[in-house]
């Protein structure tokens, strides 16, 4: 049978998905076991009993000088940012994608304007942020803002765009104005796509905080990763990565879930 | 004085001349179809008719008025697709246009008058056969019963014209007879100006109180969009149907049972 007719069956795809996880994590620590006989002190591949030494004593030991727990303090600073970040982007991006997108008279100066802004690469202006809004919460927040909400709106106005002219002219032949044809037919059908839109830039929300807080801050998961990457602490660094990896992937899988609870019609309109 | 009048009308796109010379003049309660081969102008005069784009030249009347120039609730509109809203149920789809003119500020009715607009927008519904599916996303409605809606949802309204491009051009046959029923049974009930742009011929002449055929009648082969398209034959149909329309409409008005948020009075 040709490959391209060949389905795995269910213990099969299990099976499949399973299968490269557990082939990175096996050479990880065949490595690992390897560099650690010829040297006890290597840094570079720590053990597990190494990392869940360090996971023990940052997430689950008071830290004798601040007194709280260092990894769920720097969790809940990251989200903090991360959600007001991402709050205020789609908040902007929304209003933005829904002016230039249904309002030719506001699309015209709008749509340029976001196709530039969204080239300006963000990290380049990071310094621009640190020097006009300083090293505190604001910049931080900004850069994400800045980041993900010419994408957003983008994404949304071409969404806005292909909302078909009938269903437009339909809702002015029962009574919409322009105010309320926008809030009961074009933004309830932009909402499940600015939570697919949100799930697609969240690595790059991640990136712009993590970079941030390497930079400037006085907490946060990026923040102890630089941090530590001066002792060569893998042991901690390999855990926070995995930890970040995770709270990503539990958010995009939330918003995957909130979009389909909260907007059934979605995929059935889609196909 | 005539419902609709149609003076001199042309429509060009730039060189493209798509309609010229159009001179009608419809009374009101006419069921007016409107046949022709493709890209002859009739959806076009459809979309002047609802106000979605204007004449070059030429005015169209309505009661002596000229027409609005954008889509108002005097027209209602039902397309070949997209006539509904796929993020409201059945019955939001209907109970919308009750909500939108008279909440100005929100686009929705809260308590009380919602539950009413819900009621009427019901009762519409179950008329034209959709009582079973009042909870359903059109996505789950079959082609036809998402067409049935769309004819509920326009007349909720109570337009005074209806303008249909192609309904039923993507229904199977025996679904598009009972559409045809359900639609003369309406025009009956509401005595509504229907225009309908239709694509099969014999549909055209079995619905129609009057059909009208859109033609080029001059071609230039060297430049095939000089001239643009009239009306060449202009027929009246089914005149016992369009007698006995205007019979309805003048003694039996107050006999009649009125049905909620249907009835044009």
């Keep these: ?271 | 004085m005539s419902f609709i009048q149609v003076n001199n009308v042309w429509q060009q796109y730039g060189d493209h001349v798509v309609l010229e010379g159009l001179n009608l003049s419809i009374a009101e309660g006419e069921f007016c179809t409107l046949v022709g081969t493709s890209g002859c102008g009739k959806s076009t005069f459809l979309r002047l008719l609802l106000g979605q784009e204007r004449a070059s030249r030429g005015q169209i009347l309505l009661d002596g008025q000229p027409l609005a120039a954008e889509p108002d609730p005097s027209r209602g509109v039902v397309f070949q697709r997209y006539s509904v809203f796929p993020h409201l149920s059945a019955l939001d789809n209907v109970a919308l246009g009750l909500e939108l003119p008279r909440a100005p500020l929100l686009g929705r009715l809260l308590g009380q008058r919602k539950r009413v607009a819900r009621e009427q927008a019901a009762a519409l519904l179950h008329k034209v056969g959709l009582g079973h599916a009042l909870d359903k996303y059109p996505a789950q409605l079959s082609g036809g019963m998402q067409q049935r809606l769309a004819i509920a949802q326009a007349l909720i309204m109570k337009p005074r014209m209806l303008l249909l491009d192609e309904p039923f051009g993507a229904l199977d046959p025996g679904i598009r007879k009972d559409m045809h029923t359900l639609l003369l049974d309406l025009w009956r009930e509401t005595r509504l100006t229907v225009f309908m742009v239709t694509h099969d011929l014999s549909e055209g002449f079995s619905l129609g109180t009057r059909l009208m055929v859109f033609d080029k009648v001059r071609v230039d082969p060297h430049a095939p969009y000089a001239y643009g398209a009239r009306i060449t034959y202009d027929l009246p149909l089914n005149s016992k149907r369009s007698e006995a329309q205007a019979v309805l409409a003048n003694s039996l008005t107050s006999a009649l049972q009125p049905i909620p948020g249907l009835t044009h009075e």
């Design chain 1, 1 to 271: 049978m040709r490959l391209i007719n060949r389905h795995p069956d269910r213990p099969t795809r299990l099976l499949l998905v399973i299968l490269p996880f557990a082939l990175l994590l096996c050479a990880y620590f065949l490595g690992s076991a390897q560099r650690l006989t010829e040297n006890p002190n290597d840094k570079l591949l720590p053990s597990a009993a190494q990392m869940s030494d360090a996971v023990k004593r940052m997430a689950f030991s008071e830290d004798k000088r601040s007194g709280g727990y260092v990894l769920w303090q720097d969790s809940a600073s990251s989200l903090r940012r991360l959600a007001i970040g991402l709050g205020i982007s789609a908040l902007i991006g929304l209003c933005l994608g829904i002016a230039a997108g249904t309002l030719p008279l506001f699309g015209a100066p709008l749509s340029p304007l976001l196709v530039v802004l969204s080239m300006v690469p963000p990290l380049a202006i990071l310094p621009i942020l640190f020097i006009v809004f300083g090293l505190g919460e604001l910049s931080k927040v900004m850069l994400i803002v800045i980041g993900i909400t010419p994408i957003l709106a983008r994404d949304l106005e071409q969404r806005a765009r292909e909302i078909p002219v009938e269903l437009l002219i339909k809702a002015q032949t029962l009574g919409a104005s322009t105010w309320t044809l926008i809030l009961r037919v074009v933004l309830p059908q932009l909402l499940p796509r600015l939570l697919i839109s949100l799930r697609l830039v969240l690595g790059s929300a991640w990136l712009f905080l993590i970079a941030a807080e390497a930079i400037a801050s006085e907490d946060g998961l990026g923040y102890r990763i630089f941090l530590v990457r001066r002792y060569l602490a893998m042991d901690v660094i390999l855990p926070y990565v995995v930890w970040i990896t995770l709270l990503a992937w539990l958010m995009d899988w939330g918003l995957k879930q909130l979009a389909r609870r909260a907007f059934p019609w979605y995929e059935g309109a889609r196909s």
